[in-house]
C-alpha cells in the first residue's frame, strides 16, 4: 500500500497484518502515478530498516519511471513479519518450529530444548533414514 502518508495507528495495522506500508519520499510523486500503470517495487531482497525501496511505473505508453518510496519499519522484527505474511503468521512459524524441535529432540539424543533455534540446520543434518520421523509430525 502506497499513500502520501498513513495515520500512526493504520501503519502499525497495516504492518502487523503483513502489509508493506510505504509512503512516497516526494509526496508529489502521488500524481505521477495513473490508473492504467503497472508496477514494481524494488529493493525488497535487501529490505532494512531505514533503507527505501523504488516504485517502478511501466505507463502505457512504454516508458518508465523510478520513484522513491520510503517505510517505517523500524526493526527487523516488523520486516519478518512482513517476510512471513502477518505478525501472527511469524508467531505460529516460531510456535511450529518450537513443536518440532521439542519433537525431533526426543528422537535425537544429545539435542537441547533450545534446539528449535537452529532447526533448519537440525532437520538438515538428519540422516535419511530419521527423515521418516518428520512424517509423524503430519
Known amino acids: 500500500i502506497t499513500v502520501r502518508s498513513f495515520a500512526r495507528i493504520h501503519e502499525t495495522n497495516l504492518k502487523k497484518q503483513g502489509m508493506l506500508a510505504l509512503t512516497f519520499v516526494n509526496p508529489e510523486d502521488y500524481e505521477k502515478v495513473k490508473p492504467s500503470d503497472k508496477v514494481d517495487i524494488l529493493g525488497l531482497e535487501t529490505f532494512a530498516p531505514g533503507k ?6 511501466k505507463h502505457e505508453d512504454g516508458s518508465k519511471e523510478e520513484i522513491p518510496l520510503a517505510h517505517s519499519f523500524n526493526f527487523e522484527g516488523q520486516i519478518a513479519w512482513f517476510k512471513a505474511g ?20 526426543r528422537w535425537q539424543p544429545g539435542l537441547r530444548p533450545m534446539a528449535y533455534k537452529y532447526l533448519p540446520n537440525i532437520i538438515s543434518s538428519l540422516t535419511l533414514q530419521n527423515k521418516h520421523i518428520l512424517n509423524e509430525l503430519d
Open 52 to 57: 527505501n525501496l523504488t516504485l517502478v511505473l
Open 86 to 105: 502477518s505478525a501472527l503468521n511469524l508467531v505460529r512459524k516460531q510456535s511450529a518450529s518450537k513443536h518440532v524441535a521439542d519433537f525431533l529432540c
